[in-house]
């Protein structure tokens, strides 16, 4: 599944992303995220893919077109999972590698 413009700009907003910040985490320049958000220009296969990807690692779930309401975006943990984890990871102790998805 391809992303849309319209589902990078939400996804980047969910998990609150400045494009500065997408760009870094993406490899993806700024200006190439800000023509692909604005639909001003189609971004190339492998910049959405980057996109897509450090998205999804920022936290966000895409969701294909299907017969129960079409495309969108929404986040991977709900707010009680999420303020559940922060405060776990906020709890110090030994220092090692996090494998929360």
């Known amino acids: 599944m391809m992303i849309t413009s319209s589902q990078c ?13 997408l760009a870094i985490s993406s490899g993806v320049s700024q200006e190439i995220i800000e023509m692909f958000e604005r639909r001003l220009e189609n971004a190339a296969h492998e910049d959405i893919d980057a996109l897509q990807s450090a998205l999804e690692k ?16 929404r986040l991977k943990f709900n707010r009680s999972d999420t303020k559940r984890i922060a405060t776990l990871e906020s709890e110090g102790g030994i220092v090692a590698h996090d494998d929360v998805p």
Do not use: T
């Open 58 to 73: 920022a936290g966000a779930v895409f969701i294909p077109d299907s017969d129960s309401g079409g495309i969108g975006v």
């Open 9 to 21: 700009r939400a996804a980047r907003a969910l998990v609150e992303y400045s494009i500065a910040r």
